[in-house]
Antibody, heavy 113, light 110 residues
């Protein structure tokens, strides 16, 4: 069974940092592009970033460029999102996804003083 | 404002057929395949349609997708109460160099 489990969310002050993790199982992790998508309160889904199978290509939505870094460890079947210089507008549920096809249950990030 | 345009809401009665549209441009839908997702906030999004019109295993054939030019649509036939959810289209955009989602359509089953 394909499973993606996100962790690392929480409450952080503006300007702070968080690192999200996503543990993958039930599929060949190293064979898939992986993504992060988010949903802010009362808003729709927004793609955040994705990373190629070997990590050689990474793409980001403009609003997080220079602040967020997506990475992966294929040996650990894990995906990460390092989030720096967090802003109130980054408050959202963050979902980890495989090839834009299947998704985890999400982890909540709240940026507030 | 989303790059892909969807109606904010749609509704129908049980058993009816409902269609949700998604309008884009040549930088996205016009040149790339479209996915459709069903989502209840706080839960994992579910892929309903991939590559414009392909249903993943386990998705009922009541759900169908199509694409023409720079627009795509999702049709839901034989509407059921548990179809109440938010529906999103998504595709790659080569001018933004990233995936883009529609703003979402909230489906209500009356």
């Amino acid at each position: 069974e394909v499973q993606l489990v996100e962790s690392g969310g929480g409450l952080v002050q503006p300007g702070g940092s968080l690192r999200l993790s996503c543990a993958a199982s039930g599929f060949t992790f190293s064979g898939y592009w992986m993504s992060w998508v988010r949903q802010a309160p009362g808003k729709g889904l927004e793609w955040v970033a994705n990373i190629k199978q070997d990590g050689s290509e990474k793409y980001y939505v403009d609003s997080v460029k220079g602040r967020f870094t997506i990475s992966r460890d294929n040996a650990k079947n894990s995906l990460y999102l390092q989030m720096n210089s967090l802003r109130a507008e980054d408050t959202a549920v963050y979902y980890c996804g495989g090839s834009m096809e299947f998704w985890g249950q999400g982890t909540t990030v709240t940026v507030s003083s | 404002q989303s790059v892909l345009t969807q109606p904010p809401s749609a509704s129908g009665t049980p058993g009816q057929r409902v269609t949700i549209t998604c309008s884009g441009s040549s930088s996205n839908i016009g040149n790339y395949n479209v996915n459709w997702y069903q989502h209840l906030p706080g839960t994992a999004p579910k892929l309903l349609i991939q590559t414009n019109n392909q249903r993943p295993s386990g998705v009922p054939d009541r759900f169908s997708g199509s694409k023409s030019g720079t627009s795509a649509s999702l049709a839901i036939g034989g509407l059921q109460s548990d179809d109440e959810a938010d529906y999103y289209c998504a595709t790659w955009d080569n001018s933004l160099n990233g995936w883009v989602f529609g703003g979402g359509t909230k489906l209500t089953v009356l």
